[in-house]
């Protein structure tokens, strides 16, 4: 479904929540600093919007699109982005904290400084994505795509890696003590054990 900027405005300023907007188009939407906390996005069309410093604090977006969207500064605290593609998406300073992103697609986005605590981003794909500085403590990385990934600076304190391939990755000042490295493939393509 597809919505002129004038009626996604009155949708959300209509004050229902939580907001229902499966399967909507909303590509290249300016949604910055809207709130759209528990909104429900499933399927959700938002490729090159700009949802800068939005509040999506415990929003359904499972298999959304957000490929290029910006979403700097955005309140994605325990978001649901499931299988979400995000591919070249602008996530610095974003607070992701608690959120699954399990089997989402992060090639090329730009994670540098954000909150990733406990982040769930297994069988998620981080080709060449930017990480400098992020903060996953205790975050799920099993399995996960970290091939030429920099990670220079991240803290990945009592992180999961298990199986996860860091291949070419940059580690430069990264924290990983205590990180369960277990069978990943590290920078210099050895397998830990």
Same mark, same amino acid.
């Given at each position: 479904m597809?919505?002129?900027?004038?009626?996604?405005r009155? #949708?959300?300023?209509?004050?229902?929540?939580?907001?229902?907007l499966?399967n909507?188009? &909303?590509?290249q939407a300016?949604l910055?600093? !809207?709130? =759209?906390? *528990?909104? #429900?996005?499933?399927r959700?069309? @938002?490729s090159?919007?700009n949802?800068? %410093?939005?509040?999506?604090?415990?929003?359904e =977006? =499972?298999?959304?699109?957000l490929? *290029?969207?910006?979403? +700097? *500064?955005?309140?994605? %605290?325990q !978001?649901?982005?499931?299988?979400?593609?995000?591919?070249?998406?602008r996530l610095?300073?974003?607070? @992701?904290?608690?959120?699954? =992103?399990? #089997?989402?697609?992060l090639?090329?986005?730009?994670? +540098?400084?954000?909150?990733?605590?406990? !982040?769930?981003l +297994?069988?998620?794909?981080?080709?060449q994505a930017n990480?400098? *500085?992020?903060d996953?403590?205790?975050?799920?990385?099993?399995?996960?795509?970290l091939?030429?990934a920099?990670?220079?600076g991240?803290d990945?304190?009592?992180?999961?890696?298990?199986?996860?391939?860091?291949s070419?990755?940059?580690?430069?000042?990264t924290? &990983? !003590?205590?990180?369960?490295?277990?069978f990943?493939i @590290?920078?210099d393509?050895?397998?830990?054990?």
């Amino acid at each position: 479904m597809q919505f002129t900027e004038e009626e996604l405005r009155r #949708r959300i300023t209509s004050g229902q929540r939580p907001l229902w907007l499966i399967n909507a188009d &909303l590509s290249q939407a300016n949604l910055a600093g !809207v709130d =759209m906390a *528990q909104a #429900r996005l499933l399927r959700a069309n @938002l490729s090159g919007a700009n949802l800068h %410093r939005t509040d999506l604090n415990r929003a359904e =977006m =499972m298999y959304a699109s957000l490929s *290029q969207a910006d979403l +700097s *500064q955005a309140d994605l %605290r325990q !978001v649901s982005l499931s299988g979400a593609d995000l591919s070249g998406a602008r996530l610095t300073q974003a607070n @992701l904290e608690e959120a699954d =992103m399990s #089997r989402a697609i992060l090639t090329g986005a730009d994670l +540098s400084e954000a909150k990733l605590n406990r !982040v769930n981003l +297994s069988e998620s794909n981080l080709l060449q994505a930017n990480l400098r *500085q992020a903060d996953l403590r205790g975050a799920n990385l099993s399995e996960a795509n970290l091939t030429q990934a920099d990670l220079t600076g991240a803290d990945l304190n009592g992180a999961i890696l298990r199986e996860a391939n860091l291949s070419r990755a940059k580690l430069d000042n990264t924290n &990983l !003590v205590g990180a369960d490295l277990e069978f990943a493939i @590290l920078p210099d393509g050895t397998i830990a054990e």
